[in-house]
């Protein structure tokens, strides 16, 4: 099975419908020393993550958003054993309170390592934005199976229902994704314009050097 070879310089990717994905270059330097916070509150840098290995790091716009929770599910499916094979680390960020990151986890799946930056840090030196732009040439997010409206109710449900009612992270806070390492290296970066515009799972880990996924109810690799 033949591996897409890592990307290390600057690339523009066309996605569906036209759209253009791009790695511009970001500098991490600002952010190295910021401190992210485990389920048990324990606090690490960020730098931490990319230090010695390769990382893709997703940051998610809240804990509620049902088309984060349903894109958290499918990289869920991405099994260990491939990233320990491919020397990658695989991590989550969210920007709720790190006592949600149990249930989140509960609640999707998620078996790989997840973190919060409560205050935003991470996310605003970076550029990532607040509120939402759509744009003409959207298209439709493989891994969000809500429509709109019955995502937006079972994510007010859980809301209603949690101990703590709050919106776990801001909602208007977009995410995003990058390649990061070994070192401060950005391979790729791309930074959400809203909520349905994360990247597909199988472009990150084609990107990383990983071998892509049939994201079906038993996931398995697809023979390049």
């Not at 949600?100 to 997840?114: A, M, Q, R, V």
């Not at 229902?161 to 070994?182: E, K, M, N, R």
């Not at 070192?183 to 990983?210: E, T, Y």
């Amino acid at each position: 099975m033949a591996t897409a070879p890592p990307i290390i310089t600057q690339q523009i990717r066309s996605g569906p419908s036209g759209q253009e994905i791009t790695n511009d270059s970001h500098d991490l330097c600002d952010v190295s020393d910021c401190f992210i916070y485990d389920r048990h509150g324990v606090k690490t840098t960020f730098q931490s993550l990319f230090q010695h290995r390769k990382a893709i790091i997703i940051f998610v716009r809240n804990f509620l958003c049902f088309t984060c929770k349903e894109y958290v599910e499918d990289l869920g499916k991405i099994p260990r054993d491939m990233l320990q094979e491919s020397n990658v680390r695989l991590v989550v960020i969210g920007q709720s309170s790190y006592s949600h990151i149990h249930e989140f986890c509960s609640l999707t799946g998620y078996p790989h390592e997840i973190y919060v930056d409560s205050e935003r840090h991470i996310y605003k030196k970076l550029g990532m934005r607040r509120g939402e732009t759509y744009m003409e040439n959207s298209y439709k997010s493989p891994h969000v199976k809500s429509s709109l409206l019955v995502g937006s109710l079972k994510s007010m449900w859980r809301a209603m229902t949690s101990p703590l009612f709050d919106f776990q992270g801001d909602p208007q806070q977009q995410g995003g994704a990058i390649i990061v390492g070994p070192g401060p290296k950005v391979h790729f970066a791309h930074f959400d314009m809203n909520r349905l515009d994360h990247m597909p799972i199988n472009w990150l880990l084609q990107l990383a050097g990983l071998q892509m996924l049939d994201f079906n109810d038993s996931p398995k690799i697809i023979d390049i």
